[in-house]
């Protein structure tokens, strides 16, 4: 399968612990964002990388949130002293360049926080 | 700033029939490009399809077709001859001229009954 995979697919975890998610894109996409989508809403952009450089953030990322793509390759989202309204869908996805093409995501990674 | 609005938030059919889901959007750039997304009860986006502000000729693919009207801003999607498969929620996405951005509607959830 060579689709945007994500890991873990669930996550449940207690308040005030930290959190990482892993995205692998499609290999040769250079644009890899991260989004979040709680229930009955769309998704809402945090961050996107070019490469390994991440261009633009989100208001929505506070400052327990970090996002990197060390090489260029795949990401990771971490969130630091989860809160219960961190609880959401986190959805990657990448693209091939700023206005190739579409989006495409990978099956996300939700989170509970208790 | 950009804006989607998808004003249906519940659309219900029976099968066969014929539904059209609505899409408004707001943006001060002169490229954008407008995008249809499904989303299945798996939870993974699947893109339909993708329209640059400067094509307004109508697309159909199958029972699939999109009416883009610029002068009213609106990108509408219609389901010919629907089927259960066709359940999902729909989401419609702008992209603006910087590329950096995909900005979704909060969805339009179309069930369709046997």
């Known amino acids: 399968d060579t689709g945007v995979s994500q890991d873990p697919r669930h996550k449940i975890t207690k308040r005030g612990q930290n959190v990482t998610f892993r995205c692998d894109p499609i290999?040769?996409?250079?644009?890899l964002y991260w989004y979040r989508q709680t229930l009955g809403q769309g998704p809402e952009f945090l961050t996107y990388?070019?490469?390994?450089?991440?261009?633009?953030k989100s208001r929505l990322l506070s400052d327990r949130f970090s996002a990197e793509r060390p090489k260029g390759s795949f990401s990771t989202l971490e969130i630091q002293r989860t809160e219960q309204g961190d609880s959401a869908m986190y959805l990657c996805a990448s693209s091939l360049g700023p206005t190739t093409g579409e989006l495409f995501f990978g099956e996300g990674s939700r989170l509970t926080v208790l | 700033a950009q804006k989607v609005t998808q004003a249906q938030t519940e659309i219900s059919v029976v099968e066969k029939e014929d539904v059209t889901l609505d899409c408004v959007y707001e943006t001060r750039d002169t490229t954008y490009y407008l995008f249809w997304y499904k989303q299945p009860p798996s939870g993974e986006l699947v893109f339909l399809i993708r329209r640059n502000s400067f094509d307004e000729q109508n697309e159909i693919s199958g029972r699939y077709s999109w009416n883009f009207q610029k002068s009213t801003s609106s990108f509408n999607f219609t389901i010919t001859a629907s089927q259960v498969v066709d359940s999902a929620v729909y989401f419609c996405a702008l992209m603006g001229d910087t590329g950096n951005q995909f900005y979704f509607g909060t969805g339009t959830s179309l069930t369709v009954i046997p």
């Open positions: 990388f070019q490469n390994e450089a991440q261009l633009e």
């Open positions: 290999s040769e996409h250079n644009r």
